[in-house]
């Protein structure tokens, strides 16, 4: 049983942010708490939206910061401090250029070029140490693009392969918690959700 504590999902805040890429770790958050009947409110201390779940007898918080990416560490660290959560007890959802849409894996540590996830590490006292949970959303193939493609909306057959595997994450994400990271790792990135035209 894998022992996680706090469950993040980045994006940024307000409605015009809502359906872009950027924010494919908070809809994994809201698919997270919509599959343990509850929603996230506001909590200011926090600057972002919590819940609480409770899997396999074990109490998870889930949080999603509403300051914008870059300053995602404000929040998890502001809700890690309070509640003493340790940052190998903690995994980070978000999205990621270098794996394709459909497909998403689970990350011990290691460094990251997501500035939300930089953020936190600074904010963790530079500990790296926590799970990712990598969603892909493809690569517009030159760096000059990547602002507009992040901050873009997928196209539809984009969109139908992440919310495919976004519901796989979530059953992988009760697997992680239920058993352990190896089975939810082996099974979430066996799955590849196939773009349809």
């Not at 942010?17 to 506001?42: D, I, K, V």
């Not at 459909?102 to 904010?123: C, P």
């Not at 992040?150 to 196209?155: E, I, N, S, W």
Request: aromatic share 6%; glycine share 8%; proline share 5%.
């Amino acid at each position: 049983m894998a022992d996680i504590r706090l469950i993040v999902g980045l994006g940024n805040p307000g409605p015009e942010y809502e359906q872009t890429r950027h924010n494919a770790g908070a809809w994994f958050l809201n698919e997270l708490a919509a599959r343990h009947s509850t929603s996230l409110t506001p909590e200011a201390k926090f600057f972002g939206k919590t819940a609480r779940i409770s899997v396999a007898g074990q109490d998870v918080r889930l949080l999603y910061p509403t300051t914008f990416m870059n300053k995602s560490g404000q929040s998890v660290g502001a809700l890690a401090n309070f509640y003493r959560i340790e940052p190998e007890q903690i995994l980070v959802a978000f999205d990621e250029l270098d794996l394709p849409p459909g497909v998403a894996k689970f990350k011990h540590g290691g460094s990251s070029s997501q500035n939300g996830v930089r953020d936190i590490v600074t904010r963790l006292a530079n500990n790296k140490n926590f799970l990712r949970l990598r969603i892909g959303i493809g690569h517009p193939g030159h760096k000059s693009r990547v602002t507009g493609h992040v901050l873009g909306k997928p196209a539809t057959d984009e969109k139908a392969a992440m919310d495919a595997v976004i519901d796989e994450a979530v059953r992988c994400t009760d697997v992680l918690l239920e058993e352990d990271l190896k089975t939810a790792q082996n099974r979430l990135h066996a799955f590849k959700a196939e773009l349809t035209k």
